[in-house]
């Protein structure tokens, strides 16, 4: 049974830097797209990026792009979302998804696997 396990949330103030984790098990990592999304407190899931199998394609949600970064080790199965310049709008509880097909992901459409969340908190 595939299993993902965030990591690396945190209190940070505006400015600041964060790199998130995501750890996969259970499945062949190399064979599928990895996303990660936020949901703000009173707010709907939303998409923030996603990296496709072999790591060579990424998207981002407009309000990440430029400060956030995704990228993959596939000899680590794990994911990782680099993201800079935070601001106090960044703070969301984000999970890690998984999908064969990145553009699913990025549609958020037929998403069933999901981590637990690590909470970020942006203070200004």
């Known amino acids: 049974q595939v299993q993902l396990v965030e990591s690396g949330g945190g209190l940070v103030q505006a400015g600041d830097s964060l790199r998130l984790s995501c750890a996969v098990s259970g499945r062949t990592f190399s064979s599928y797209a990895m996303g990660w999304f936020r949901q703000a407190p009173g707010k709907e899931r939303e998409f923030v990026a996603v990296i496709n199998w072999s790591g060579g394609s990424t998207r981002y949600a407009d309000s990440v792009k430029g400060r956030f970064t995704i990228s993959r080790d596939n000899a680590k199965n794990t994911v990782y979302l680099q993201m800079n310049s935070l601001k106090p709008e960044d703070t969301a509880v984000y999970y890690c998804?998984?999908?064969?097909?990145?553009?699913?992901?990025?549609?958020?459409?037929?998403?069933?696997?999901w981590g637990q969340g690590t909470l970020v908190t942006v203070s200004s």
């Open positions: 998804t998984t999908h064969p097909s990145a553009e699913y992901i990025r549609d958020g459409r037929y998403l069933e696997v």
